[in-house]
């Protein structure tokens, strides 16, 4: 198969698991973002796809060939660090052939590649300057071409936008989007950015405690999260506690929700339910009923904050949509089955 | 944030007491040397105030012009062994854990408090026919005979070495701890192996404090005085060991002292040499 394949890959450093049990197969050509909260082991997972770590246990596999004991500078990668570190003694153009140079490519093509790579980042012209007196986007910029400049099978980036203000890293994201799609290549970003990992990716692997709780595109992962941690860590979400009688009839905080199902043979299961996706009404009308507690006006949205039942409830509405309600009314909120997700325990 | 210069003399109060230790234990002293080595020399040990340049022209004599040589070859040779034995040592150290550090350091630093006599001996008694590491090599059936190393100038070499090399370790190590280890990650995706990634990243980027490491070393070398006599022939000697020999043995005070600032201009011009290589780095 073409791509890359982890299997069951164990990382214990002692007695501590920073990987555990991790199975993912990439596709050829695949955008994949690892995501997860600092101490997830995502960041320990790519170093071990580029050879930097030795898994404890388990098989990396690129186009179906074990690579788990290739050392890192026969895997033919590029990879960008979190520090970018680019080699503060040589030029741009240096940094950038240096791959090239280590694999005794003849000098004129270094030079044609170099500005092949400096023209794709749009820094032609500046194959001479020294590293440090570029600005923090163009050493991204010239990171990445350096990492790209012997086409590599696998694309891996650390937190490559991390040191970027906001402004500029949006710009980036979709700057390293639209490169990728144009090369074709196997890409793995680890970011701990969700924003980064639902605009760049194809698949978005979310983990934590050294496993993946879930792997999907970003649509999905945020329409039909896995579990309370994926629903809460991508986007805004209220999760709910959801009981069902011996009948199947469900309720939501006491109050019967017609048409929802919980998983056979579960009396009791957390939903998790997105704020755009809480509708207010009138009192009585809708499916639950609470009171205001504060309502957060942010010009395009209103965030809406209801207690129903001593449970927290967010709903986020456009204003034209929201009816007129402040701070201690009675409000309805409608609940329609296809919007609350039932999530795994 | 900005700082502005000291604005009046009182600002400056803090630096007096610095200034006139200096100034007494240094300065003076070395004014001191400096005019006596335009004296005049007398028969019988004593000198008179005059402004002649017999003292140095005599230095400039193929004898001692050659023990200047000889003194510069060996410690231009104590310094290159230091820095090759040393910057390999050092990475490895940096990459190691904290307590294995430690243990190294500590050791390290107990070299520094042996003095330069007992390394010497120590040296001479290792380096011996009777009781020296050429017994260990017989026993091992590596030799037919047990031989004395000393004196020769690879004992000498050696003995040197072995008291620059704490020092040359010392200085190295906060460079090479500041390295970014990513650095040679870096090189290695790129498809360098760790030798490769040695030479072409770590080298090269810690080119300055390289060129630093060989002068400071250089010039502790050159200063040796009690080494070679230990574990060299008289060939082996260095101008130190000739600057005590006519200042104490010769009585000959102009003359020695016109060779001590000889050596103090040749150590000042290698300092000057650094700062220029070092900007040069800098502007590179």
């Not at chain 1, 993912?24 to 690892?34: I, Q, R």
């Not at chain 2, 604005?7 to 300065?27: E, K, N």
């Not at chain 2, 410690?75 to 190691?96: E, G, H, K, S």
């Not at chain 2, 072995?162 to 500041?178: E, G, K």
Request: hydrophobic content about 50%.
């Amino acid at each position: 198969m073409s791509g890359l394949a982890l299997q069951n890959v164990v990382k214990e450093f002692g007695a501590f698991k920073a990987v555990n049990d991790v199975e993912l197969t990439v596709p050829h050509g695949t955008f994949v973002c690892m995501l997860g909260p600092s101490g997830c082991g995502k960041t320990t997972l790519l170093r071990m796809i580029a050879g930097l770590d030795l898994p404890t246990s388990g098989a990396i596999r690129l186009d179906g060939e074990d690579i788990t004991r290739v050392p890192t500078h026969k895997r033919n990668l590029g990879m960008v660090f979190q520090s970018l570190a680019l080699f503060p003694h040589l030029t741009v153009g240096e940094n950038i052939a240096y791959s090239l140079r280590i694999r005794g490519a003849p000098k004129e093509d270094q030079k044609k590649r170099v500005e092949e790579l400096l023209s794709m980042i749009h820094l032609s012209g500046y194959a001479d300057r020294p590293v440090s007196k570029l600005s923090g986007g163009q050493r991204q910029r010239v990171a990445i071409a350096r990492a790209l400049a012997i086409s590599p099978k696998l694309f891996l980036l650390d937190e490559p936008l991390s040191a970027l203000d906001a402004k500029l890293r949006e710009a980036m994201q979709v700057e390293l989007r639209q490169l990728q799609q144009k090369l074709g290549i196997t890409t793995i970003v680890v970011t701990h950015d969700q924003r980064e990992a639902m605009t760049m990716a194809d698949t978005v692997v979310v983990m934590s405690g050294g496993e993946i709780r879930q792997a999907a595109s970003p649509i999905e992962i945020y329409r039909r999260p896995a579990d309370s941690f994926v629903a809460d860590f991508i986007g805004q979400t209220n999760l709910i506690e959801a009981e069902s009688d011996t009948r199947g009839h469900v309720t939501v905080l006491g109050q019967p929700v017609p048409g929802l199902q919980l998983p056979s043979g579960a009396a009791k299961a957390t939903i998790s339910i997105r704020p755009e996706d809480v509708h207010l009404t009138a009192p009585g009308a809708g499916a639950l009923t609470g009171t205001v507690t504060f309502v957060r006006d942010l010009g395009g949205t209103i965030e809406t904050f209801v207690e129903v039942a001593d449970r927290q409830i967010v709903a986020v509405s456009t204003p034209r949509e929201r009816p007129e309600v402040s701070v201690g009314q009675q409000v309805g909120l409608a609940l329609t089955p296809d919007v609350c997700v039932v999530l795994r325990k | 944030m900005r700082r502005e210069p000291p604005q009046t003399f009182a600002d400056y109060s803090p630096l007096l007491f610095p200034a006139a230790m200096l100034t007494i234990f240094f300065v003076v002293p070395f004014g001191t040397m400096i005019a006596v080595s335009f004296f005049q020399r007398q028969q019988g040990g004593f000198y008179t105030p005059a402004f002649v340049f017999d003292n140095y022209a005599r230095f400039l004599s193929a004898f001692f012009g050659g023990v200047l040589g000889f003194s510069m070859m060996m410690a231009i040779a104590v310094a290159i062994c230091c820095v090759l034995l040393a910057l390999p040592f050092t990475y490895l150290l940096t990459r190691m854990a904290r307590r294995v550090q430690i243990v190294w350091l500590v050791a390290l630093l107990s070299i520094l408090s042996l003095s330069e006599v007992i390394i010497g001996f120590a040296w001479s008694t290792l380096f011996s026919r009777t009781a020296g590491i050429t017994n260990i090599l017989v026993a091992l059936g590596l030799m037919s005979e047990a031989k004395a190393l000393t004196p020769s100038f690879a004992a000498v070499l050696t003995g040197m070495v072995y008291q620059a090399f704490p020092y040359t370790v010392l200085v190295l190590f906060p460079a090479l701890v500041r390295l970014d280890p990513t650095l040679t990650e870096a090189a290695r995706t790129l498809g360098a192996s760790p030798l490769k990634a040695f030479f072409t990243v770590v080298v090269p980027a810690l080119r300055n404090t390289i060129v630093a490491t060989l002068i400071m070393v250089f010039i502790f070398a050159l200063g040796s005085y009690l080494l070679p006599q230990l574990l060299g022939r008289p060939q082996h000697w260095t101008l130190s060991v000739l600057i005590t020999d006519q200042a104490i043995y010769q009585s000959n005070m102009p003359f020695a002292a016109a060779m001590a600032v000889f050596l103090v201009l040749v150590t000042l011009g290698l300092v000057a040499l650094t700062v220029i290589a070092g900007r040069k780095g800098e502007a590179a």
